[in-house]
Structures are given as structure tokens and as C-alpha cells.
T-cell receptor, first 114, second 118 residues
Framework: GAGVSQSPSNKVTEKGKDVELRCDPI?????LYWYRQSLGQGLEFLIY????????KSGLPSDRFSAERTGGSVSTLTIQRTQQEDSAVYLC????????????FGPGTRLTVT | AQKITQTQPGMFVQEKEAVTLDCTYD???????LFWYKQPSSGEMIFLIY??????QNATEGRYSLNFQKARKSANLVISASQLGDSAMYFC???????????????FGKGTSLLVTP
């Protein structure tokens, strides 16, 4: 079956522009996670959705970041007024909700802010 | 505080040999899980193996096994009969007890880069 897909795969943007990153999880996975992978910070958790709900946004790096999920499926991560420190690979993962269920990762979006 | 520690930034192993990648963790939860993921140069994260804190047997998946030593809080990955295609970054990760805010979000270590040589 289809895995987790993300688009775009690569995005180069100028500082100050807004970007939208998309994640299409595996059908039936109710849990969705966004992570960021950067050289300095490693892999860090950003936000979790159970269904359409994201109970806690405190993991988002700044208030320029927002995320939503609609229909219990597709999620978008939006970064407003991008800064150079936002350059990273943004990874999306989805899973069922049992403790031992592995998270399936998408290929990531590589964001470069110039 | 770092919850997952991988002390080996890089490792070399010869093809067909076994290799152990180290991982130690820190948690006060009784219920937790440990995962290993592989990330080849192409970038995708590939799930390898899972160990639950209450599992009595060490997890095994094909050539991968997890040497789980609960008292020492270590969860080392053992790859037997290394292949050239095993060259990649390997990440140890932990999920703690379910949290309504973060679900089963994973805490990752910094990773170990493994290079398998002919």
C-alpha cells in the first residue's frame, strides 16, 4: 500500500516568504507527527495530531509555525516569514495509536531559506 | 536533559561481520518503548526494530536484534552479517508513556553513522 507522502520534496525560499509543507499519511493512521531534522539540533518533535486535533503546540519552534490537519488525513505545516534558521528537513510520520506501533515516516521536505 | 544517548558518531564494520550500535536512555516512566530506525543517504527513515519495556525477550527482526538491558538502561542494536547496503545513519528513539499532548512522540538520539566496507 501507499506510504506516507510529503510535498514538496525540496523547497528553496527567500527569507521572509511563507511556505506550506504537506503530509499525506497512511490511510487509517489516526496519529500524525511532525519532526524537524537539522544538523545542529538532530531530530526534534514539533507537533502531534490525534485525528484533527493538536492538543499542544508548544513544540513548535516559534509562533511563525502553525499546523493543521483536516478530515483526519492530510496535514499542512505552515511557516510564516521564514528565517534562515528554519532551514532543515521536515519529516512527517503517521501511526496507529497502540504503544508498540511504529511510526512510518515520509521522505521529508528539505527546506532551504536563502 | 538528553533522553537518548548514542555515543558512537561513526562506526566501521567489514562485510559479513557483526556490529553493535550503542544506545542508552533516561526515563522515569515504567512503560516505555525503544525503537531503532535506519536512515540511508536517500533520507527516508526506515523502522528496524521495537522493544517494549515490559517485553521479557530481546526483540529480533531478521539480522537485527536488540540487546535490552533494563537495569543499565541500554538498548543496543546488533546487526549480524553486515551487508554493504547497511551503510547508513542509525537512530535510537524512545517513546514514553502516552501523553495526551504529544501522543507517542519519539525522542531521538543523535545517531550513529555506520559504514560497511568490503
Amino acid at each position: 500500500g501507499a506510504g506516507v507522502s510529503q510535498s514538496p520534496s525540496n523547497k528553496v525560499t527567500e527569507k521572509g516568504k511563507d511556505v506550506e509543507l504537506r503530509c499525506d499519511p497512511i490511510s487509517g493512521h489516526t496519529a500524525l507527527y511532525w519532526y524537524r531534522q537539522s544538523l545542529g539540533q538532530g531530530l526534534e518533535f514539533l507537533i502531534y495530531f490525534q485525528g484533527n486535533s493538536a492538543p499542544d503546540k508548544s513544540g513548535l519552534p516559534s509562533d511563525r509555525f502553525s499546523a493543521e490537519r483536516t478530515g483526519g488525513s492530510v496535514s499542512t505545516l505552515t511557516i510564516q516569514r521564514t528565517q534562515q534558521e528554519d532551514s532543515a528537513v521536515y519529516l512527517c510520520a503517521s501511526s496507529f495509536i497502540n504503544p508498540g506501533d511504529e511510526q512510518y515516516f515520509g521522505p521529508g521536505t528539505r527546506l532551504t531559506v536563502t | 536533559a538528553q533522553k537518548i544517548t548514542q555515543t558512537q558518531p561513526g562506526m566501521f564494520v567489514q562485510e559479513k561481520e557483526a556490529v553493535t550500535l550503542d544506545c542508552t536512555y533516561d526515563t522515569s516512566d515504567q512503560s516505555y518503548g525503544l525503537f531503532w530506525y535506519k536512515q540511508p543517504s536517500s533520507g527516508e527513515m526506515i523502522f528496524l526494530i521495537y522493544q517494549g519495556s515490559y517485553d521479557e525477550q530481546n526483540a529480533t527482526e531478521g539480522r537485527y536484534s536488540l540487546n535490552f538491558q533494563k537495569a543499565r538502561k541500554s538498548a543496543n542494536l546488533v546487526i549480524s552479517a553486515s551487508q554493504l547496503g547497511d551503510s547508513a545513519m542509525y537512530f535510537c528513539a524512545m517513546r514514553e508513556a502516552s501523553n495526551s499532548n504529544s501522543g507517542y512522540a519519539l525522542n531521538f538520539g543523535k545517531g550513529t553513522s555506520l559504514l560497511v566496507t568490503p
